[in-house]
């Protein structure tokens, strides 16, 4: 039906290879560059927020899809982590700054983004289980008031982690992992 294998010249391979979206999002063996990465990182990104909207709007049958989408994160994280010569359960790493950077942009976001929300949760001040027995009561509404916090803060925190795995530095060398993504320690950089 639709053949993901996009002929285009691989920047970090230095030839001329199909850009392989099956083996860039679905498989975690291997090496990329950093500018597949971003590039997958992107297409990844982008489905995994319109599949939050449609969670959030349309149905929440659409929730579902988030799981298989984790997956293609870790794959992605993975082969980038591999690039550098690390074992892609590195990952594990990037997710717990996910949860610890997601959290404090949340939360800084959240009085500008949705007031609303923030003032609903205010209300309950200390009283965590009032505050969780509302949330469970009104989950609906209170996705909905938080939609555009929660996006920005998705946003941002994959910007930031993303970034930062691109900028893992290139093992030059043939590793347990594969041979290399690029020729020259230039072909790294963003020029």
């Given at each position: 039906m639709f053949d993901m294998a996009l002929p285009c010249e691989d920047p970090d391979r230095g030839d001329r290879n199909p850009m392989d979206m099956r083996y860039v999002l679905l498989?975690?063996?291997?090496?990329?560059?950093?500018?597949?990465?971003?590039?997958?990182?992107?297409?990844?990104?982008?489905?995994?927020?319109?599949?939050?909207?449609?969670?959030?709007?349309?149905?929440?049958?659409?929730?579902?899809?988030v799981y298989p989408m984790v997956y293609v994160y870790v794959c992605l994280f993975s082969k980038r982590l591999h690039d550098a010569g690390h074992s892609g359960w590195f990952y594990l790493l990037f997710l717990a700054g996910y949860g610890i950077v997601g959290s404090i942009v949340s939360a800084l976001l959240m009085p500008i983004l949705s007031p609303v929300a923030f003032e609903m949760y205010a209300q309950f001040g200390?009283?965590?289980?009032?505050?969780?027995?509302?949330?469970?009561?009104?989950?609906?509404?209170?996705?909905?008031?938080?939609?555009?916090?929660?996006?920005?803060?998705?946003?941002?925190?994959?910007?930031?982690?993303?970034?930062?795995?691109?900028?893992?530095?290139?093992?030059?060398?043939?590793?347990?992992?594969?041979?290399?993504?690029?020729?020259?320690?230039?072909?790294?950089?963003?020029?």
């Open positions: 498989s975690s063996k291997g090496r990329i560059g950093s500018r597949t990465f971003l590039r997958g990182l992107t297409v990844i990104t982008a489905a995994f927020m319109i599949v939050q909207v449609a969670n959030t709007f349309i149905s929440p049958m659409f929730g579902i899809l200390s009283d965590l289980s009032g505050a969780m027995d509302a949330l469970t009561e009104n989950i609906q509404e209170f996705e909905r008031l938080t939609a555009l916090t929660s996006l920005a803060s998705f946003l941002l925190t994959t910007a930031l982690l993303g970034f930062i795995a691109a900028r893992l530095p290139t093992d030059l060398e043939t590793n347990r992992y594969g041979p290399p993504t690029s020729g020259t320690p230039m072909s790294n950089t963003y020029s």
